[in-house]
């Protein structure tokens, strides 16, 4: 602390008193670690700042005292969060002899609870809150609109430089926050439309009748999010393009102590469980008690209806978790008053006394519902039955499986040519389309750390096949054996045989087809190996372009035009297009696309869970268009990664 105040950079006022002193330590914490408050300095942490921000006017909302948030992208790249709230208050505390607004603009968490107002819930991604963005902010201004006036300060990297200010008359409440990121921080301050928009719009799905405004200056924008339905419309959206058991989602909701409790699911045809959960509209991506209580009411209740109905007799085994959850699409919400956020990434529902809450509310809405719908219930609990028997087929083929890919290489697939290295993190794994491009890659790649396996072109959609059908594909199973982890929730990473699994298919639309299928497989499946940076593509060439003196290998439409407008003056052009790998010959193969020092890979990576199901869903599901329309626009959208 006392390094703080003697750094020259600071402007210090004599004035200041010893709560400043904290204010600024905080301010200078959050400056030199940033990632330690908002994750990243990269676009990620720069999309933080504004939902840290929203939240406060979230917190607005969820107090039932806002309910409209308009925010707004500049052309400077400053961003505006304006809300309809009761505006921060300004009075000033007695024995700090500072407002209100400053406090929670400058100290680090405060906004949940301040200056005695307890607030009913409240959110916040690290619940670290305004003072946060102020500080990596190169200037920031708060407006307040309170009692009839409209109130100003400003502030540069966190400091205040001017006291709060009447400005003005003022005919509503509310409170607008602008600030830019400081660049000095930040790598970059270019925000991403679609990212923060989607954001919104899951904000706005978790408050309902809320409305939630993105404008965008740069480019003249705008989206706006208002939904009556709240997470029930969220529930209908993610099963958008499925073929659904029961017409209405079923929702859920009371508060029981000072928690609220929501909830709203619905079940399809397919196989997979999405369900998210929120604690105070934080996606809690690694659950929590919430989630636990959730399931257990779910598993519980289905039980005793089945039973209490006949629906499953004496002698049958009770239904498990994964025969409830299979075409389950559901949210679970939150909010209560003090969230405990745990685990490395902050992103599990810690409080011990949620669970025995959702699961008391879940228990209670749903056999409710059931009661008053036994047609729906009949039809949901005949699914959950069929899962039952399905997974006991199932478990049987799998256990086949993993007995055969944990026992040692002489129960390999027969088509696995393997590489001689077996130290895991040096090896690589190519599975490659087409035996003829399966053949050109077992002779052109080095033995020593690269393995190939060549799969026949079709494999299975595991989005529209029960576990065990997708568990008793021939190309599924060589893939599991190749790998040697297993699956599902035995997949263990540490028995993983090749640290680089490549997928080398075509580029062309059959290629990318396939490609899909094969990262829907590993999503559903093994998702870890996808979480631990082990998924790649690889990147075969477009086109050669060949001169009498000059080669290159040319792996978009853009280069291509780069690289022609370059040999404008040059004779004799030769520009050969690869469609598929199987018309390169080994060498060239290994040239462009597999060896180390000269191939580029893509790094498959899963930024957004909600977003990546959707994704997946949409592209597996029976709705064709928009998964033609998805291919061909994102054939290439995984991050580059240069190896
Ligand atoms: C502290 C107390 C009260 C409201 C707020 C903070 C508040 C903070 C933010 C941040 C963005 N928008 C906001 N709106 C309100 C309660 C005020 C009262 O009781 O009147």
Partial sequence: MTQDMTSPSEPLDNEYTAEDIQVLGGREAVRRRPGMYIGSIDQRGLHHLVYEIVYNSIDEAMAGCCNKIVVTIQKDSAVRVEDNGRGIPIDIHPATNISAVETVMTTLHAGAKFGGHIYQVSGGLHGVGASVVNALSSWLKVNVRRDGKLYQQEYRQ?????????????????????????????????????????????????????????????????????????????????????????????????????????????????????????????????????????????????????????????????????????????????????????????????????????????????????????????????????????????????????????????????????????????????????????????????????????????????????????LSHEEIRAIITALGAGIDDEFDLSKLRYHRVILMTDADVDGSHIRTLLLTFFFRHMVKLINHGHLFIAQPPLYRIKTPKFQQWVYSEEEKGTVMRKLREAKKVEIQRYKGLGEMSAEQLWETTMDPATRTLLSVSIDDAARADHIFHMLMGNEVPPRKAFIQAHAKSVKNLDI
């Fill in 158 to 470: 966190g400091i205040p430089q001017t006291e709060v200010t009447e400005i003005g008359q003022a005919s509503d409440t509310g409170t607008t926050i602008t600030f830019l990121a400081d660049e000095g921080i930040f790598s970059t301050v270019n925000y991403d439309f679609n990212t923060v928009s989607e954001c919104l719009r899951e904000m706005a799905y978790l408050n309902k009748e809320l409305e939630i405004c993105l404008k965008d200056e740069r480019k003249d924008n705008q989206k706006t999010f208002y939904f009556e339905g709240g997470i029930t419309s969220f529930v209908r959206q993610l099963n958008r393009g499925r073929v659904v058991r029961h017409h209405h989602p079923i929702y859920i909701s009371k508060m029981v102590n000072s928690t609220i409790v929501e909830a709203a699911l619905q079940y399809n045809e397919g196989f997979t469980e999405s369900t998210f959960s929120f604690a105070n509209c934080v996606n809690t991506m690694d659950g929590g008690t919430h989630l636990t209580g959730f399931r257990s009411a779910l598993t519980r209740v289905f039980n005793d209806y089945a039973h209490k109905n006949k629906l499953l007799r004496e002698d049958e085994p009770n239904l498990v978790g994964d025969d409830v959850r299979e075409g389950l699409t559901a949210i679970i919400s939150v909010k209560l008053t003090e969230p405990q956020f745990e685990g490395q990434t902050k992103a599990k529902l810690g409080n011990s006394e949620v669970k025995s809450e959702v699961e008391s509310v879940v228990s209670e809405g749903l056999s409710l519902y059931l009661e008053e719908h036994p047609d729906e219930a009949k039809r949901i609990i005949e699914k959950c039955i069929t899962a039952s028997k399905a997974r006991e087929a199932a478990r049987k083929a799998r256990d086949l499986v993993i007995k055969r890919s944990s026992l040692d290489t002489s129960t390999l697939p027969g088509k696995l040519a393997d590489c001689s290295e077996k130290e895991p993190s040096h090896c690589e794994l190519y599975l490659v389309e087409g035996p003829s491009a399966g053949g050109s890659a077992k002779q052109g790649r080095n033995r020593r750390f690269q393995a190939i396996l060549p799969l026949r072109g079709k494999i299975i959609n595991v989005e529209k096949a029960p576990s065990d059908k997708t």
